[in-house]
C-alpha cells in the first residue's frame, strides 16, 4: 500500500522544508503538484514499474481556484491501495509576516496586497483544507532543527516522544501570552527583586535559583510541578497532540519566572521531549 502524505498549509509555515525532510526519510516528493494530476500520479507511483511505497506532495495556495478539483480528486484515490494522510502546517500570523519580511519573498497571493492581508486572505481560502487535515502541526515555535525532530518521531520510531513542549516565561505586568495552554502563577515566591544585590540579575543566575530555592515553599512546588506536567505530558503525547505551550509567570518576568522555566525544561530534557525555553520578559526593566 502507498504512504501518502499531502503536505499543505499557510505559506511561510515550512511546507517545502517539511518536503525535504521526508524525502530524506525516503519519501518520493513532489512540489506544487496541479491538483488535476493527484489521480494520474498515484497509478503511477503504485504501478509496477514504480513500486513507491511512500510519496509526499504539497498542494497549496498557489492552487487557488482549484480546490474543488482536490476535494473531488481526494473521494476517488482507491482507500484499498492507498494510505493518505493530510499535514496541515500553519503558525502565528505575527510570525508569518516576520518570516515573510527576513526572506523577503512575495506572497503566493500576489505583491498587490499587504503581506498582512494576504496571510489573512490565505487562512480564509486554505479553512475548508485545514479542516479535513488529519494533523495540524503548529510551527511558530519551531526551529529547523526542531522541525525535523518532530516529523522525524511522527513518522519514524513509535516509542519516541512526539509532543513538542515550548516553555515561556513572562511578567504579569506585561500580559499573559496568549497562545498559553497552561499557565502557572510563582507571585507567592520569595522575590529576588527586593534584594538589592540580586535585582539586577536573572532566574538564570545561580544565586538568584539560590535564593528562590531557599525557601521550602519552592521545592514542594517545583515537585509537584514536575509531577504534574510529566503526567499531562504524557497524556497529550499518546493522543497525538503536536504542540502545547506551558507559561510561567511572576511580576516582572526577570527571576522566578525565568528559574522555573529553566527548571521545567531540564525535567523536559531527562524526559526525552523536543521542547523549546523562551524569556519574553527577561530583559525588561533595566537587568543585565
Not at 487535515?133 to 511522527?154: E, F, N, P, V
Request: with cysteine; proline share 3%; charged share 30%.
Amino acid at each position: 500500500m502507498l504512504e501518502l502524505k499531502i503536505i499543505t498549509g499557510m505559506s511561510g509555515a515550512g511546507k517545502t522544508q517539511l518536503l525535504r525532510i521526508l524525502e530524506d526519510f525516503g519519501y518520493y516528493a513532489v512540489d506544487h503538484l496541479p491538483v488535476e494530476l493527484l489521480i494520474d500520479l498515484i497509478r503511477l507511483l503504485i504501478s509496477e514499474e514504480r513500486g513507491v511505497s511512500k510519496a509526499a506532495i504539497v498542494v497549496d495556495i498557489r492552487e487557488n481556484g482549484h480546490f474543488p478539483s482536490f476535494f473531488h480528486n481526494l473521494s476517488r484515490i482507491p482507500e484499498d491501495k492507498v494510505h493518505i494522510e493530510i499535514v496541515y502546517l500553519e503558525a502565528k500570523k505575527e510570525i508569518l509576516l516576520k518570516r515573510f519580511h527576513e526572506t523577503r519573498r512575495r506572497h503566493p497571493l500576489g505583491s498587490e496586497i499587504r503581506i498582512l492581508s494576504a496571510i489573512e486572505e490565505e487562512e480564509r481560502i486554505m479553512a475548508p483544507v485545514r479542516k479535513i487535515a488529519d494533523r495540524k502541526i503548529d510551527t511558530t515555535y519551531m526551529s529547523g532543527t526542531m522541525l525535523r525532530d518532530h516529523i522525524r518521531d511522527i513518522f519514524g520510531d513509535a516509542d519516541k516522544r512526539r509532543l513538542i513542549v515550548s516553555v515561556v516565561s513572562f511578567g504579569y505586568k506585561y500580559g499573559v501570552p496568549q497562545d498559553a495552554d497552561y499557565v502557572f502563577d510563582v507571585r507567592f515566591l520569595p522575590n529576588p527583586f527586593y534584594d538589592e544585590f540580586l535585582k539586577p540579575m536573572t532566574g538564570r543566575d545561580a544565586a538568584v535559583g539560590e535564593y528562590i530555592m531557599e525557601s521550602p515553599e519552592s521545592a514542594v512546588f517545583l515537585k509537584r510541578l514536575k509531577d504534574f506536567l510529566l503526567y499531562i505530558l504524557d497524556r497529550f503525547d499518546r493522543r497525538s497532540r503536536d504542540n502545547l505551550v506551558i507559561a510561567v509567570g511572576c511580576t516582572g518576568g526577570r527571576h522566578r519566572s525565568v528559574f522555573f522555566a529553566e527548571k521545567i525544561g531540564e525535567f523536559l530534557e531527562e524526559a526525552g521531549y523536543i521542547y523549546s525555553v523562551t524569556h519574553s520578559d527577561i530583559w525588561r526593566g533595566g537587568s543585565h
